[in-house]
């Protein structure tokens, strides 16, 4: 189950992300703007209905996130924004404010140097496309999607341990140059 959520995570936050992100910087009348601290945010709701415990959190834990958009669920509140490097954020808090997780999808170029490393020990021949960072209050998780030549993988990073999610295989792709051309196209096709 656990692999299925990161799979689906992974292959659709850039299209949610890239909505969101996009409302997120557009106000209007269903999302009135608000001002704390110099800073401007978006909500669904009155900001005296935001959880104060998860409003704490939030500007603590994801202080570079410009633009952020508040949305009241049945579940409690999503927060979804970008920071300066266009990495796209969704934060999701229960009704009473407690922190459940937060997802960072961006660019490899964003990826820390440790989790790059280790990447490019073991997988040495690819590239690398994008990350996707999920973090709960117990543990973070890494999703990344590589590429070599034909071959594109999805690999989970958890608890010091790497698995491939999954592989693809692309035969039509006969030429070295088309491979490596396909995975550059993919990388800036993300930019």
Request: proline letters at 3%; one cysteine or more.
């Amino acid at each position: 189950m656990k692999k299925i959520v990161l799979v689906l995570s992974i292959g659709w936050l850039p299209a949610f992300f890239s909505l969101s992100a996009q409302e997120a910087t557009q106000n209007d009348d269903r999302f009135p703007a608000y001002q704390v601290d110099n800073q401007e945010f978006l909500s669904n709701v009155y900001v005296n209905e935001i959880s104060s415990v998860a409003f704490h959190h939030f500007i603590k834990a994801y202080a570079d996130i410009e633009g952020e958009k508040w949305i009241k669920t049945d579940q409690g509140f999503t927060v979804v924004g970008t920071n300066k490097h266009s990495a796209l954020f969704d934060v999701l808090y229960n009704n009473k404010g407690a922190f459940q997780r937060g997802e960072k999808y961006h660019r490899a170029s964003f990826m820390s140097a440790d989790l790059r490393k280790m990447i490019n020990r073991l997988f040495s021949d690819f590239d690398i496309l994008s990350v996707t960072e999920i973090s709960n209050p117990v543990n973070e998780t890494f999703g990344v999607e590589i590429c070599q030549y034909r071959l594109e993988r999805t690999i989970e990073i958890a608890h010091g341990e790497v698995r491939t999610l999954t592989e693809f295989i692309n035969p039509d792709l006969s030429q070295p140059e088309r491979g490596y051309a396909s995975c550059l196209v993919r990388r800036l096709s993300f930019c």
